[in-house]
């Protein structure tokens, strides 16, 4: 028979036991009941085919898996963009390192941690037939956009094309007046993006268009990237971490099936239309994704020798401060890349 004391030795034993049970079990129940991390991240422009990636991390749970509440907002033009990051009413953005350096320069508190983007998308973009190389650019008429990110460094083309400025007519324009006017055949050309007019305007006129691009006359500058805000790097670098591991894996699933993103793309914003420049703008983008044509290097990574670059190019040609020429690392890091 069991005494009353010897029973209850072992009745404390057990309790101590289950509570030690209990107790270690606390960590992984309370992971699982954590609530996700709320982030914003804001697009340099209205969606289109460019932003796929992105759209088919959040459609297939990529940011919710890595316990991020994410939601994407469109935007207006980088300038806003990084002027929201830096406001901390977004966590992050997509916007040109160009516009985002000298933001910084100002005293924007942002960084990039990560270029999509490390050739630029700048380019000539005409229809067939109006010009057909560099050399049919004089006398032509060209639309440009004051403020854009490729506009500054049309003086830099055409140096090394070896054309004087002069030698073309450049007509100022908003966005959209500077589409209209090459549609309706008032002028030759526009300076633009080739992931954006260069992939939709084919379909608007239904016929080709050439694409004189900026890098093949050696202009190398990086141009879409991942923002955020110093203070978010250093006070929730975890969640920077996850979000820079979906983002990543989300790209890379894009790079081996486009029409599947582009597809995921048209069903959850049906409205942009244009299915085929949509898949075309991401083609285009993906083009862009590496200074070079070696896949190996995984989106994102940057040689900082291309930031210097860049900046060289800013300070002689994109109004941006010599005395704010400083070391790359100011502008980017490479610390929450997977």
Known sequence: MISRRTLATHLLSGAIALGLAAASALPAAAQAAKTPDKAVLMLNWYVYGEHAPFILGLKKGYYAEEGIDLEIQEGRGSAVTIQAV????????????????????????????????????????APEGKINGPKDLPGKTIMFTPGDAVTPIWPLYLKKLGIPEGAVKMVAADAQAKLNAVVNNQADGLIGFTTEQGARLPDIMNKPVTMLRYTDAGVNLVSLGIVAN???????????????RATTRAVEEAEKNPKAAIDILMEAYPKIGLPDAQLRSLQYSQALYRASDDKSTRPFRMNPALMDESLEILTQYGGLDPSARSKAQDYFTLEFLP
Do not use: C, Y
Not at 89 to 118: E, N, R, S, Y
Not at 230 to 244: E, N, S
């Open 86 to 125: 830096g406001a901390g009413t977004a966590t992050f953005g997509l916007a040109d390192i160009g516009v985002m350096i000298k933001a910084v320069a100002k005293g924007a508190p942002v960084k990039t941690i990560g270029v999509l983007l490390q050739r630029t998308p700048g380019a000539v973009v």
């Open 230 to 244: 110093t203070d978010t790097l250093a006070k929730r670098a975890d969640m920077v971490k996850r979000f820079m």
